[in-house]
């Protein structure tokens, strides 16, 4: 018997695949917070009772798709695919989760976005929050993130200590949706942020140089790495990378 779950394959009898996944889950030390939004493929379904024989009450099944009615799919005891229906949900049956690292180690530069833990402890720092960089690694464990883009667009360039734990990495994607530069970067086969001599750019912050916020420039050279026009270093917005110029 096979089985893909999240992109990777199991192979086994049944009973082989239930010892897997529950060897698998003794092993994970990950905690489970109740979710505040609509469950997604990932969040993890926790039955308070049932009459199912292949359902353990208090068991974390991870859900493996939500099919076209809203239910969330998962695989059960009896390695079976099985349906946590909404129409149960008001009955207080099952509660959706998601998994939250007790202690997840993050990097001054690292881009993070909220848990929906995060909503019932935070105002501003919560899953309004679309995108956040960690600024300072805080001595008593909180971490200092800047709002980078936020539903509300007040609170970006914003500064928060907040508590670590209801926070992951931000996925590739995510920043690319969050900042469309480093997007533009990607498709270059470049890193977020790497510009070239020859690049035309405008200029979003001066950072107290003599460069004019708005006007466009060509990047022609480098101080330590960092991009300048005629020696100055400022915030340069990529207009059109040096690839695509068709004057050189």
């Given at each position: 018997?096979?089985?893909n ?22 092993e ?26 292949d359902?353990?009450?208090g ?17 059960d ?59 300072e ?14 539903e ?8 928060f ?41 405008r ?15 060509e ?20 207009i ?9």
């Amino acid at each position: 018997m096979k089985m893909n779950i999240a992109g990777v394959e199991y192979e086994g009898s049944p009973q082989e695949l239930k010892e897997l996944f529950d060897l698998l889950s003794e092993e994970s030390k990950e905690e489970y917070r109740k979710v505040v939004r609509s469950p997604c493929e990932g969040d993890y379904v926790r039955f308070n009772e049932s009459d199912d024989d292949d359902i353990t009450v208090g068991k974390y099944y991870e859900i493996i798709t939500i099919d076209d009615d809203g239910d969330a799919v998962f695989i059960d005891d009896s390695v079976s695919v099985n349906w946590a229906l909404k129409a149960l949900f008001d009955e207080g049956e099952f509660e959706f989760f998601e998994k939250v690292a007790p202690d997840p180690k993050f990097e001054v530069g690292d881009y993070i976005v909220a848990l929906s833990a995060a909503d019932e402890e935070y105002f501003y720092t919560n899953t309004d929050m679309k995108l956040g960089k960690v600024v300072e690694i805080c001595d008593d464990g909180e971490i200092k993130i800047e709002v980078v883009r936020h539903e509300n667009d007040l609170y970006e360039g914003q500064t928060f200590e907040v508590d670590p734990r209801l926070f992951r990495k931000a996925y590739k994607e995510e920043v690319d949706i969050a900042l469309p530069q480093n997007a533009i970067f990607t498709k270059l086969g470049r890193k977020p942020g790497e510009f070239k001599r020859g690049d035309i750019v405008r200029v979003i912050d001066s950072v107290g140089g003599d460069l004019v916020v708005g006007e466009i420039y060509e990047i022609d050279g480098f101080n330590d790495d960092i991009e300048t026009v005629g020696g100055w270093a400022a915030e340069f917005e990529l207009i059109a990378p040096v690839e695509s110029r068709v004057d050189l």
